[in-house]
């Protein structure tokens, strides 16, 4: 018996490719008119307007600046020490008044030792005021 071989060229299907990309551009198209863009969060807040009554009597906020290896009070700057801030704050007798009157500003610069930030905030804590933080947008860093 004969046996008979046949050749085949081995040849791999071509796939057309042409239609991907019309398939791509529509699919792109779809996913674009049908996106819903995200709303920035936020909370809408209502501003109280101010008031000319001289009746009522304004307190002045106390501050606290930290400045390098200083702790800076009130509207005079007075540098004290960590010691003395605490005995001060103590004195105030910041437990008997309301809580709004207990707000202390902490204004810190960027070079302020950590050590020194985190003493002052206790010596706040400690004497039962309510710490508010004052935060500069040009020293920040990510």
Do not use: C
Not at 50 to 69: A, H, I, P, W, Y
Not at 72 to 85: H, V
Not at 111 to 122: A, G, I, T, W
């Amino acid at each position: 018996m004969a046996s008979f071989k046949i050749k085949r060229k081995n040849e791999e299907p071509v796939i057309d490719v042409g239609t991907f990309s019309d398939i791509a551009f529509l699919l792109i198209i779809f996913f674009i008119l049908t996106t819903t863009f995200i709303k920035p969060a936020g909370n809408k807040m209502e501003i109280p307007a101010g008031s000319t009554d001289t009746s009522q009597k304004t307190e002045k906020q106390m501050t606290v600046n930290l400045n390098g290896g200083k702790i800076l009070w009130g509207e005079n700057q007075k540098n004290m020490k960590i010691e003395e801030f605490r005995d001060y704050l103590l004195g105030l007798n910041l437990k008997e008044r309301e809580e709004k009157n207990r707000v202390i500003i902490v204004d810190s610069s960027a070079d302020v030792s950590y050590e020194l930030y985190y003493q002052v905030v206790m010596a706040i804590t400690y004497a039962d005021g309510v710490m508010a933080l004052i935060e500069h947008a040009d020293k920040k860093k990510l």
